[in-house]
């Protein structure tokens, strides 16, 4: 039996383009020809047209109502403004929209042409995420961003002068050159915005991007000898977590921050374990299915085989209960709510439940979580290790596959 938040439905649209490739950036994304920006929305919009179908052929419920809908990247500010038409038009001929529905696009600040603007207004985008990473100008030039803080305040302007003041920005805390003070002036600047939400991460260091193979290789390339330490990252996220609080918006997910009742209707989706239909390059999907399975699906990270009209298949796994059990800890621990043993009991049944509650004891013996009132959540220090912690709670039962969401 499907519940009430099954019934409606968000939309992720990757877009990969890029004017350039940032050194710490390791999603699927990259600097290709204008030429495959048509391309590129014709696929998109052939698998939008051809979602129920698949969704029927893998036995799957395909809300056909639309709450959230959200345009990452890439740069999706890049596409031409008729692009963006024609994507909203093939949306709206295939779903329903709710009248709030939350839509989002990412921007990179100094790359929203006005008529880009016009046509995301039109489309009714009320949310918009702005790619910052810094507001000290040396360090977003060294990064690969085009930027300077003055761009980004007329950036914000111009949104909130054509009706969007839902916007937010995103800090990264340990790019090259970084140092606590000009943390702490980036901090200053983002709170003088008045923006009602912000994104804080801290620098992965992994192969998926230049400067993290650059890292892992000790080598100096993408200034990687400019980069703080881990102490001085994990510094810099909790003196943006009292900052932000200080400035009201309060920290409700390990990377995220907002004013009451601005929360990421999209992002809380994936935490909160609703469905969601991923199209593009490398995006991701979930859907139910009456049996109370649970389908992931993810598309290539090749380009030209996504452009491939013969391509049409994706990477799908199969979640049981199992594995559900253990995604609904890893993403539930994520936001400050925690997870309700309660309701983990009622979904799961009290015997599956068991083992896990014991790991959740454990750790909180060892202060990574708090177990009060029925929720447990990860504790301050538990966050700066979260991966860790949610690694305790995979492999409690006999061999499973775990799927990631992006």
Same mark, same amino acid.
């Given at each position: 039996?499907?519940?009430?938040?099954?019934?409606?439905?968000?939309?992720? +649209?990757?877009?990969?383009?890029?004017?350039?490739?940032?050194?710490?950036?390791?999603?699927?994304?990259?600097?290709?020809?204008?030429?495959?920006? *048509?391309?590129?929305?014709?696929?998109?919009?052939?698998?939008?047209?051809?979602?129920?179908?698949?969704?029927?052929?893998?036995?799957?419920?395909?809300?056909?109502?639309? %709450?959230?809908?959200?345009?990452?990247?890439?740069?999706?500010? @890049?596409?031409?403004?008729?692009?963006?038409?024609?994507?909203?038009?093939?949306?709206? %001929?295939?779903?329903?929209?709710?009248?709030?529905?939350?839509?989002?696009?990412?921007?990179?600040?100094?790359?929203?042409?006005?008529?880009?603007?016009?046509?995301?207004?039109?489309?009714?985008?009320?949310?918009?995420? /702005?790619?910052?990473?810094?507001?000290?100008?040396?360090?977003?030039?060294?990064?690969?961003?085009?930027?300077?803080?003055?761009?980004?305040?007329?950036?914000?302007?111009?949104?909130?002068?054509?009706?969007?003041?839902?916007?937010?920005? %995103? /800090?990264?805390?340990?790019?090259?050159?970084?140092?606590?003070?000009?943390?702490?002036?980036? @901090?200053?600047?983002?709170?003088?915005?008045?923006?009602?939400?912000?994104?804080?991460?801290?620098? &992965?260091?992994?192969?998926?991007?230049?400067?993290?193979?650059?890292?892992?290789?000790?080598?100096?390339?993408?200034?990687?000898?400019?980069?703080?330490? %881990?102490?001085?990252?994990?510094?810099?996220?909790? &003196?943006?977590?009292?900052?932000?609080?200080?400035?009201?918006?309060?920290?409700? &997910?390990?990377?995220?921050?907002?004013?009451?009742?601005?929360?990421?209707?999209?992002?809380?989706?994936?935490?909160?374990?609703?469905?969601?239909?991923?199209?593009? /390059?490398?995006?991701?999907?979930?859907?139910?299915?009456?049996?109370?399975?649970?389908?992931?699906?993810?598309?290539?990270?090749?380009?030209? &085989?996504?452009?491939?009209?013969?391509?049409?298949?994706?990477?799908?796994?199969?979640?049981?209960?199992?594995?559900?059990?253990?995604?609904?800890? +890893?993403?539930?621990?994520?936001?400050?709510?925690?997870?309700?043993?309660?309701? @983990?009991?009622?979904?799961?049944?009290?015997?599956?439940?068991?083992?896990?509650?014991?790991?959740?004891?454990? /750790?909180?013996?060892?202060?990574?979580?708090?177990?009060?009132?029925? +929720?447990?959540?990860?504790?301050?220090?538990?966050?700066?290790? *979260?991966?860790?912690?949610?690694?305790?709670?995979?492999?409690?039962?006999?061999?499973?596959?775990?799927?990631?969401?992006?």
């Amino acid at each position: 039996m499907l519940t009430p938040d099954h019934n409606a439905l968000g939309l992720y +649209f990757s877009i990969p383009f890029c004017r350039a490739k940032c050194t710490y950036c390791n999603f699927a994304s990259g600097v290709y020809p204008a030429s495959e920006h *048509s391309r590129y929305v014709a696929r998109l919009i052939h698998d939008l047209a051809a979602a129920p179908a698949w969704a029927q052929s893998m036995q799957v419920h395909l809300p056909r109502q639309v %709450d959230t809908i959200y345009f990452g990247g890439g740069t999706p500010v @890049l596409l031409a403004p008729e692009l963006f038409t024609q994507i909203f038009a093939a949306i709206r %001929d295939q779903f329903q929209l709710t009248p709030d529905a939350e839509i989002t696009i990412e921007c990179a600040p100094g790359q929203l042409p006005d008529d880009t603007l016009a046509a995301m207004v039109a489309a009714g985008v009320n949310r918009v995420s /702005l790619g910052v990473q810094s507001f000290v100008d040396r360090e977003a030039t060294l990064s690969g961003r085009f930027h300077t803080r003055d761009i980004v305040l007329q950036d914000l302007r111009r949104l909130r002068a054509a009706g969007i003041p839902n916007l937010n920005i %995103d /800090l990264l805390a340990g790019l090259a050159d970084q140092t606590l003070a000009s943390w702490r002036e980036s @901090l200053a600047v983002l709170r003088d915005t008045g923006v009602p939400h912000a994104s804080v991460y801290m620098l &992965e260091i992994d192969e998926d991007s230049r400067l993290g193979r650059e890292l892992i290789e000790g080598g100096i390339r993408y200034s990687a000898g400019l980069v703080p330490n %881990d102490d001085t990252i994990a510094q810099m996220y909790e &003196e943006a977590v009292t900052s932000l609080a200080a400035s009201g918006l309060a920290q409700y &997910e390990i990377s995220n921050f907002a004013q009451p009742g601005m929360e990421s209707r999209h992002n809380l989706r994936y935490w909160q374990r609703r469905p969601y239909l991923g199209l593009g /390059l490398d995006a991701s999907s979930m859907f139910y299915a009456e049996d109370k399975m649970v389908l992931r699906a993810t598309t290539t990270d090749d380009l030209p &085989e996504f452009l491939d009209p013969a391509e049409t298949a994706h990477e799908t796994s199969w979640l049981g209960p199992t594995q559900q059990l253990e995604e609904a800890w +890893f993403l539930g621990l994520r936001r400050n709510a925690g997870v309700s043993i309660r309701a @983990l009991i009622t979904e799961f049944g009290p015997d599956a439940v068991a083992p896990s509650i014991a790991v959740a004891h454990r /750790l909180a013996a060892d202060g990574l979580l708090s177990t009060a009132k029925n +929720f447990v959540r990860l504790t301050d220090r538990g966050r700066l290790i *979260s991966n860790d912690v949610f690694a305790e709670f995979l492999g409690l039962a006999p061999a499973h596959h775990t799927a990631q969401s992006k």
